[in-house]
């Protein structure tokens, strides 16, 4: 399930939206202000962490 993070255009406000399927639009009306919020690019959050494994046992392409 995707989650996407959008950016209100007039207060700057940052909040996310939950998608069940991949057709997600690039704009959205923020609920709370009923403002046009925009789509943000942002990093992922997934990492490797605990025993078995390390980033450097893999190969660099």
């Given at each position: 399930?995707?989650?996407?993070?959008?950016?209100?255009?007039k207060t700057?406000?940052?909040?996310e939206r939950?998608?069940?399927?991949?057709?997600?639009?690039?704009?959205?009306?923020?609920?709370?202000?009923?403002?046009?919020?925009?789509?943000?690019?942002?990093?992922?959050?997934?990492?490797?962490?605990?025993?078995?494994?390390y980033a450097?046992?893999?190969?660099?392409?």
């Open positions: 399930m995707p989650i996407i993070e959008y950016e209100d255009e700057g406000e940052v909040f939950f998608f069940k399927n991949h057709n997600i639009p690039d704009s959205v009306v923020n609920e709370k202000t009923g403002n046009n919020s925009i789509k943000k690019i942002s990093s992922g959050s997934f990492k490797l962490i605990g025993s078995g494994f450097n046992e893999y190969p660099k392409k």
